[in-house]
């Protein structure tokens, strides 16, 4: 069975060479590729970080009885970058506009960039935008899309498909698929999408920029020390209220454990730590 199998393989992609017009030896062994992948046809696979790719929007009829097919092809030029290791991978955009992008994020950007300032995000960016009111820059990520004239700001989403859009520079407007409302940020804002029924914007610390490796914070309030601390390594800290508001100024190093950050609190306001490794909280008391 190997032998027609093979023959029927070399028949397809003879078709294919044929009747893909293509300028370059490059375009069709890659689009050959991805043919080769949809129909089930085995071959060594190369893994490429950054790549074009080529979407195609087909009709196919494939009676293997006779080995004919018809295939139309609509071909757009994406590159695509993705960052399969530790820590932020900086890309920069053809507008010199900067994007890093986290541990398992990828990022997709037309070639045509200068063009359409345009993108899509599927993961956690944090985006440095060159201002060019003639021509706005959009991310897409889900069912959100982020209009922007020149900013810095990060998108953070997950595989439920859900998307945090926070503010740290400058002003965006956010709007989500099937919703008439757009939403104006100011910086410190963010909007939260949890489904079409939970769309909320809320406060969040913009001094904690991720890019940087320390963080510098001057007369911040316990509580929101605390809302760092559950951000960053998710655990709730309980203290006594009398404390939420008092001022507190320290730097924090983006390597420093959770311990040593408590070890700081404790020793501050003279406190003994009380950990739950089950419910994930910290109790601070006297």
Same mark, same amino acid.
């Given at each position: 069975m190997?032998?027609p199998k093979?023959k029927?393989?070399?028949?397809?992609?003879?078709?294919?060479n044929q /009747?893909?017009e293509v300028?370059?030896s490059s375009? #069709?062994?890659?689009s050959?590729?991805q043919? $080769?992948?949809?129909? *089930?046809? &085995?071959?060594k696979?190369?893994?490429i970080?950054m790549?074009?790719?080529y979407?195609?929007?087909?009709?196919?009829a494939l009676?293997i009885?006779?080995?004919?097919?018809?295939?139309?092809?609509?071909?757009?030029?994406?590159l695509?970058v993705?960052?399969?290791g530790i820590?932020?991978k900086k890309?920069?955009?053809?507008?010199?506009?900067m994007?890093?992008?986290a541990q398992?994020?990828t990022?997709?950007y037309?070639?045509?960039f200068?063009?359409?300032r345009s993108?899509?995000?599927?993961?956690d960016g944090?985006?440095e935008?060159?201002r060019?009111?003639?021509?706005?820059?959009t991310?897409a990520?889900?069912?959100t899309?982020t209009?922007v004239?020149g900013?810095s700001?990060n998108?953070? /989403?997950?595989?439920?498909e859900?998307?945090?859009? #926070?503010l740290?520079e400058?002003s965006i407007? $956010?709007?989500?698929? *099937?919703v &008439?409302?757009?939403w104006?940020?100011?910086p410190?804002?963010?909007l939260?999408y949890r489904?079409?029924?939970?769309?909320s914007?809320?406060?969040?610390?913009?001094?904690f920029?991720?890019l940087e490796?320390?963080?510098d914070?001057?007369?911040?309030s316990v509580k929101?020390?605390?809302t760092?601390?559950?951000?960053?390594?998710g655990?709730?800290i309980?203290i006594?209220?009398?404390y939420?508001n008092?001022?507190i100024?320290l730097r924090i190093?983006?390597?420093d454990?959770?311990?040593?950050?408590?070890?700081?609190i404790s020793t501050?306001?003279?406190?003994k730590p009380?950990i739950?490794?089950?419910?994930?909280?910290i109790t601070?008391?006297?």
């Open positions: 190997e032998e093979k029927y393989n070399d028949i397809l992609e003879d078709l294919w /009747s893909h300028s370059h375009d #069709a062994e890659a050959w590729h043919f $080769a992948e949809r129909v *089930g046809i &085995k071959e696979r190369e893994v970080r790549r074009a790719i979407y195609a929007a087909a009709v196919i009676t009885a006779i080995g004919s097919f018809i295939y139309h092809q609509t071909r757009i030029d994406y695509v993705e960052n399969p820590g932020y890309v920069i955009l053809p507008d010199s506009s994007v890093s992008i398992g994020t990022l997709y037309a070639q045509n200068n063009e359409k993108v899509r995000l599927e993961g944090y985006f935008v060159q060019n009111e003639a021509l706005p820059f991310v990520c889900y069912k899309l209009t004239l900013t700001f998108i953070k /989403s997950d595989r439920r859900n998307v945090d859009i #926070a740290y400058g407007k $956010a709007s989500v698929e *099937g &008439k409302n757009d104006l940020l100011t410190g804002e963010q939260k489904g079409h029924k939970k769309i914007i809320e406060p969040f610390n913009n001094f920029n991720p490796s320390n963080f914070l001057e007369n911040v929101e020390l605390i760092y601390v559950k951000e960053i390594f655990y709730e309980v006594d209220t009398e939420l008092n001022s100024t190093n983006k390597n454990s959770l311990q040593n950050i408590i070890e700081v501050i306001y003279k406190l009380e739950d490794e089950d419910m994930k909280r601070l008391s006297k």
